[in-house]
């Protein structure tokens, strides 16, 4: 099977810029979980999706936005970007949620001047 | 509020020796914990996952054990090789559905 991918890879936004980031699941998985990894903070939970629905939510700003399509591809959106949105952004998928064994993507790095 | 912690932040060991790494949690009320590993810039992988009902798993070198009623995980690695070195991470979730609270890790170096 294929393993979790991201794109982009790498991405450099100016602050107010918005991104959008993709995530494609193994095949089969239905929940797709969404995660920042900063060096102050560590790893943080987003947000979860499963069968199209955000099942879960950590706590940050509105300005962080996701969904699933039915496919179980997910998208990551940051509006209005700051310099503390640079990460680490990583998205993991399992076939049934963030307490089952999780597969990571290899992430995707922002960098916003 | 669930904080999980893990001490040392980072651990250096030469080749060979068996160690222990750290992870402690303030809520016992956990679904599962699981310990993953991180290489410098890429992504986590899976490592061990303990139900709340068991008390350990091993898979290959690796040992890990749940003390619930203490709030503690050990991760026990036998044998170290350098290709061990990297980033160990622990985390619970507190029921099937919920989200996942990751500890900020312990950076592991195995020297040759």
């Known amino acids: 099977k294929a393993g979790v991918t991201q794109t982009p890879r790498y991405l450099i936004k100016t602050r107010g810029q918005q991104v959008t980031l993709s995530c494609s699941p193994i095949s089969g998985h239905r929940s797709v979980s969404w995660y920042q990894q900063t060096p102050g903070q560590g790893l943080q939970f987003l947000f979860e999706y499963f069968s199209e629905t955000q099942r879960n939510k950590g706590n940050f700003p509105g300005r962080f936005s996701g969904r699933q399509f039915s496919n179980s591809r997910s998208e990551m959106n940051v509006s209005t970007l700051e310099l503390g949105d640079s990460a680490l952004y990583l998205c993991?998928?399992?076939?049934?949620?963030?307490?089952?064994?999780?597969?990571f993507g290899p992430g995707t790095r922002l960098t916003v001047t | 509020k669930q904080e999980v912690t893990q001490i040392p932040a980072a651990l250096s060991v030469p080749e060979g020796e068996n160690l222990v790494l750290n992870c402690s949690f303030t809520?016992?009320?956990?679904?599962?914990l699981q310990w993953f590993r991180q290489d410098p810039g890429k992504g986590l992988t899976s490592l061990l996952l303990?139900?709340?009902?068991?008390r350990e798993q091993t898979s290959g070198r690796l040992n890990a054990s749940l003390d619930k009623s203490s709030g503690r995980s050990t991760l026990y690695i036998a044998a170290s090789q350098p290709g061990d070195s990297a980033t160990y991470l622990c985390?619970?979730?507190?029921?099937?559905?919920?989200?996942?609270?990751f500890g900020s890790g312990t950076r592991l170096s195995i020297r040759p």
């Open positions: 303990i139900q709340s009902s068991q």
């Open positions: 985390a619970v979730s507190k029921s099937s559905a919920s989200k996942i609270i």
């Open positions: 993991a998928s399992s076939e049934a949620g963030v307490s089952y064994e999780q597969y």
């Open positions: 809520d016992s009320a956990i679904y599962n």
